[in-house]
């Protein structure tokens, strides 16, 4: 391989390495189902104790033994623990009350798994008789930070091995085989097969809030199996079972002789038995496909039925075309030379794959943003309009390997400039000593370790020969780096889409936004977004600057807090942490840490954090400029 090509493969790793740093800091996902109605109605005061609390939410969730959670003044449960769904609707969650609790001031922590998988917790409070103080401190319990990235870490995995997996098996099956290839497709195999195993243990630590020591937990794993997300799970990695024999097929029917050329053409009665393969492979594909589009997004929200197969759709359109990549890239950097038909057979492929992928990505898009406005107004909009743009690049990269691949030829390759002989007597070839010609007197005593000597000789300046020739063959050459290229921004497509799945999609967000609104009565209409301005000073150099904190829309519920740190002359302030959490001193509830995720130098936001209750409330900001360089600052803000 060329030192290009070295390069281009060193800068390829750096990027994955980048982007599961770029995982790590996406954070935790936020809450993708809307608490939009509660009995007791939030921050209510009842005459008399209600037999049961319940909460309606904007899609179904899962509940657990601890989903829902009724808390007196200390802190005691007074619930029954055995929260459950009213008459059967998913999309609902109550529980009994104890007979007898006294008068005074209610929390009620809630904590459920929304219907596209991810966890969702939030806190409000009711009195009963009267408002009193409460000790209750914060009872909502998110993602453990650890659990979290590992969870997600693990579903980039999952993505990139199912692509790896279904696109090698495709380009095998369809253009080329030859080792590289191969394993392309079992390497996608083991990342699939262990990232899925991963998500399945972890799976109960990351949606019960506990850390990393509860994977340990067995009770927990059973509550993953038996849910739909878990059960898709294990799903998942009974057909891959099935995939490890299609892979066996497809390598074993192409991997013959032949290997190193063109595919395999059957013909005659093999027609047939190719077809059914393709048909078994398809299947496989297609089932795996849908243990994703049956537990996250897609299996959730507006027209679920034509939202699943699309999603089947998309990400079998994601597989062969960028899983296809890397089998492309594995087959030109081979030895065998790659047939200039097979690299034209992957072009029409992948175009077929692109056009699959804008048809199904407009429908999702439409479905998952809900208006022009949530592109740019809501976290998942952007992160959109970011794989958009990726996906943009790729197209146009694509459109220089498909000007490399009309240039390649099926001509044989040459033999490469012969060895020069080395000095000694006429007829004698390289690395022959006088006497030691082949067949000659000296051959039967030559010791092993002299021969084995000469065959790594002659092997090594053939392999040389055959790397200078590819590296001569322009047309190759050019191709293997536009490929390169993509690939390495396919890496990058596949991060950002990682990150969408544990982003509350812009159309959700936007209803848990209504919801907060409606929550807060008949005047909520009349109230705004809260915004505080704190000027701070860390007393070290740079420390100087002035935060706009604003929390919308400003009332019990779940809010939207957005942070902006500019320095002295008005620039953003990047600094290396923020922090902003929310205490209401007179009923002791708090402090309340909003979950801020970095969206540009200076910018942080925090989607979906849930204040239980109206009132005066105490928001801290914490801003750290250095190590040892930092400041706390305390301001009142009222809460409708």
Same mark, same amino acid.
Request: hydrophobic share 45%; glycine share 14%.
């Given at each position: ?213 509860? #994977?340990?937990? *067995?009770? $927990? &794993? /059973? ?7 878990? @059960? =898709? !799970? %294990?799903?998942? +990695? ?71 197969? #699309?999603?089947? *759709?998309? $990400? &079998? /359109? ?7 990549? @890397? =089998? !492309? %890239?594995?087959? +030109? ?74 240039? *390649? ?11 020069? @002989? ?219």
């Amino acid at each position: 391989m060329s030192t290009t090509v070295r390069r281009f493969g060193g800068l390829l790793g750096a990027l994955a390495a980048a982007l599961l740093c770029v995982l790590t800091a996406a954070g935790t996902a936020s809450a993708h189902a809307a608490l939009t109605a509660t009995d007791p109605r939030q921050g209510s005061v009842v005459p008399e104790a209600p037999r049961q609390v319940r909460l309606t939410f904007s899609e179904g969730v899962l509940l657990g033994a601890d989903s829902v959670r009724v808390l007196d003044p200390k802190g005691a449960r007074v619930d029954d623990g055995r929260p459950a769904h009213v008459d059967g609707r998913s999309e609902t969650a109550a529980v009994t009350l104890r007979a007898g609790i006294a008068n005074g001031t209610y929390t009620v922590a809630w904590q459920a798994v929304s219907a596209d998988s991810h966890p969702v917790a939030g806190a409000f409070t009711f009195s009963v008789g009267a408002p009193s103080a409460t000790t209750v401190k914060a009872a909502v319990k998110g993602t453990d930070p650890v659990v979290g990235t590992l969870y997600d870490t693990a579903r980039y995995a999952a993505y990139a091995g199912f692509a790896l997996l279904v696109g090698g098996c495709v380009f095998a099956a369809v253009c080329h085989t030859g080792r590289g290839v191969r394993r392309v497709a079992v390497g996608g195999w083991v990342a699939l097969f262990l990232a899925t195993a991963a998500l399945l243990v972890l799976r109960g630590a990351y949606t019960s809030g506990r850390g990393p020591g509860a #994977v340990l937990d *067995l009770s $927990l &794993l /059973g509550d993953a199996l038996s849910s739909r997300p878990g @059960a =898709a !799970l %294990l799903t998942r +990695l009974l057909l891959l079972s099935a995939a490890a024999v299609v892979l066996a097929v497809v390598f074993g029917e192409y991997a013959g002789p032949g290997a190193s050329g063109e595919r395999a053409r059957p013909g005659g009665g093999r027609r047939a038995y190719a077809w059914g393969l393709g048909a078994g492979g398809g299947l496989v594909a297609a089932g795996l496909a849908a243990t994703w589009a049956a537990a996250e997004h897609a299996s959730a929200g507006l027209q679920p039925w034509v939202a699943m197969p #699309v999603d089947v *759709l998309h $990400l &079998l /359109g994601v597989g062969v075309w960028l899983g296809g990549l @890397a =089998a !492309l %890239l594995a087959a +030109l950097g081979a030895e065998e030379p790659l047939p200039g038909g097979a690299a034209r057979r992957f072009s029409r492929l992948a175009f077929t794959a692109v056009c699959v992928l804008v048809a199904t990505g407009i429908y999702q898009a439409w479905r998952q943003v809900g208006g022009w406005a949530a592109l740019t107004g809501t976290e998942y909009g952007r992160w959109l309009l970011v794989k958009v743009g990726l996906v943009g690049v790729l197209v146009v990269l694509a459109a220089f390997s498909r000007r490399w691949t009309a240039r *390649l030829t099926d001509r044989a390759p040459g033999r490469g400039p012969r060895p020069k @002989a080395v000095a000694g007597k006429p007829g004698e070839k390289f690395g022959e000593k006088s006497g030691e010609k082949s067949g000659g007197k000296g051959a039967a005593g030559a010791s092993p370790e002299r021969a084995a000597q000469l065959a790594r000789q002659r092997a090594a300046m053939a392999k040389a020969a055959g790397r200078r020739e590819r590296a001569a063959d322009e047309g190759r050459s050019g191709l293997r780096r536009t490929v390169l290229a993509e690939a390495a921004v396919a890496v990058v497509v596949l991060a950002v889409t990682t990150v969408l799945t544990t982003t509350q999609p812009g159309r959700a967000e936007t209803e848990q936004e209504r919801a907060g609104r409606a929550a807060g009565g008949p005047s909520a209409s009349a109230a705004g977004p809260v915004e505080a301005k704190i000027t701070y000073d860390t007393g070290g150099k740079d420390g100087r600057g002035t935060a706009r904190i604003t929390v919308a829309p400003g009332r019990s519920g779940a809010n939207t807090v957005d942070v902006t740190l500019t320095d002295p002359a008005g620039r953003p302030a990047d600094v290396p942490e923020v922090a902003v959490s929310f205490t209401e001193k007179e009923k002791g509830i708090g402090p309340l840490r909003a979950p801020l995720k970095r969206l540009s130098a200076g910018r942080s936001r925090a989607s979906g954090f849930q204040l239980p209750m109206a009132g005066r409330w105490q928001l801290t900001l914490t801003v750290r400029t250095s190590e040892i360089d930092q400041v706390t600052e305390i301001h009142d803000v009222k809460i409708d």
